[in-house]
């Protein structure tokens, strides 16, 4: 079942605003989720002038098209994040609702970018899903080290990158990645 906000969804927003404060640009390529004026308004607060949006499914796009309140200029694609241009000087916020295991393509994809990528841990463990996603992109952990401050996560340095990693509970074990 699709929820229809994020609005209750408290470990997910303290965790996103714990790893978007890593970054400072002012566009933003995205999955606005179930609720589109929400995270339009959440672009905004974060200071992104420049918003790209995707939704891969055409009617889940028609309903939010039709309920869109937001005065801030959105470029609204249909079709699978997986074909935005990348290389942008943006940030890519790719929050998916599936694991790991159905989104090989886009983490090979956003390579050299900067990104947030949120996934579910179902049915895998956090620690399969996190090695997942490192052989996925052909890197090698260096150093991991767990802080419980300001949040618990992990900092994490590979053969490729610096990456910070948050896992939380809300609906479902989830995690995000973010390579800073």
């Not at 997910?12 to 989720?33: D, H």
């Not at 607060?45 to 959105?74: G, T």
Request: with cysteine; net charge positive.
């Amino acid at each position: 079942m699709t929820k229809p906000s994020y609005k209750e969804a408290s470990n997910k927003r303290i965790a996103r605003e714990f790893l978007f404060s890593f970054y400072n640009k002012s566009s933003i390529v995205g999955l606005a989720g179930p609720d589109i004026n929400d995270y339009i308004k959440w672009c905004k607060s974060m200071k992104f002038d420049n918003v790209e949006l995707w939704e891969n499914n055409s009617q889940v796009m028609l309903q939010q098209l039709a309920n869109i309140k937001s005065r801030l200029p959105i470029s609204y694609n249909f079709g699978d994040i997986v074909n935005a241009d990348n290389g942008k000087d943006a940030l890519y916020d790719l929050d998916f609702c599936s694991n790991i295991t159905s989104l090989y393509s886009h983490i090979k994809k956003f390579r050299d970018e900067k990104f947030v990528i949120t996934f579910s841990n179902r049915p895998i463990s956090v620690e399969t899903s996190i090695e997942l996603f490192f052989s996925t992109r052909k890197e090698s952990v260096i150093s991991s080290v767990y802080k419980k401050n300001p949040i618990p996560h992990y900092s994490v340095r590979t053969s490729l990158g610096r990456y910070i990693i948050v896992t939380y509970f809300d609906t479902c074990s989830m995690v995000s990645i973010a390579k800073i």
